[in-house]
């Protein structure tokens, strides 16, 4: 494992230029030293809790509960016949104190309220904490819980998180190193993303998980403290460890460009698995045909490659607006039904 880039002092613009734009992890410390949540969160569990409370409507949010085993890991069960966790809803006074409660126990249950919208679940927060580095049309989630780890897994969009209270260790993996991973379905997981089998890869049998050393050879990790936030660019893989006993409190930022003017950027997963779908039945040889045909198609022709078409007359290889984009995706939902 190698530490991972690090800068400081960052404004809109040199995020833009570059961070987003080099497809490599990046930790941005002290971006949000100035949040009042971060204040309350280095004063203490106490403090910080009474201050988002202030801004709390009673919404329930989802919560994970999971046995204090040794990786405190929301994940699969051993043995992937379902998942390691309660799934319940509950409003935050309600979880608030019981990470009050669980704060005196020597070794408390893995408790945490994951990916709340803060616009629907802490109305007011987001405003009262901004990230300048974003336009402020990109919504916050916030992740509060005490000592916990989320498995390696990857989201299809940009990241910035921040830590807001507590610590956190991220130790993110190139796309490349897939097959090292142990990766369980991605139609069948604990989150909507995809996401390893292995619990902790920092602590993995070897000798169940042989590849996972390969992994970790590849791998970047940093530890966050309070005001410090991590660009996770799009499918790298991260395992994420909430360190602090007793409150760790993050708020992430997820974002996609447009497609297409007035269209969302929403179809990678879904074309992943229609691909894994349409050819899981073929024989080696042609799956072999599909992978160079994908190369070229899908990744592959650009620039000069393209020089043998007229620019106005590359149809999907070129630009593509609005409404061909709906043409389309129409025409593919029509070819999926039954």
Known sequence: MQPMNEVAGLTRERFEREVAAGYEPVVMRGVAAHWPLVAHGRAGLETCLQYLMGFDQGTPVDAVLAKPEPTRAFGYKPALDGFNFLLDKRPYAALFEQLWRYSHFPDPPALAAQSALVSQAL??????????????????????????????HFDDSHNIACVAAG?????????????????GPPDYAPTAAPMSVVPDLHTADRTRFPLVGEALDQAVVAELEPGDAIYIPPLWFHQVDSLAPHLNILMNYWWRPMAAPQRPDDLHMAALRLAMLALRHLPDGEREGWRAMFAHYVFGARGDQL??????????????D?????????DLADRLKP
Do not use: M
């Open 322 to 330: 609005a409404a061909r984009d709906a043409e389309v995706r129409k």
């Open 123 to 152: 109305p007011g927060l987001a405003q009262a904490n901004a990230l300048p580095l974003l336009d402020g049309s990109i919504a916050p989630r916030i992740w509060i819980g005490n000592r916990a780890t989320v498995p390696a």
């Open 307 to 320: 020089a043998h078409i007229p620019e106005g007359q590359r149809h999907l290889f070129g630009e593509v």
């Open 167 to 183: 610590r956190r260790r991220f130790t993110l993996l190139p796309p490349q190193c897939a097959p090292l991973l142990y990766l």
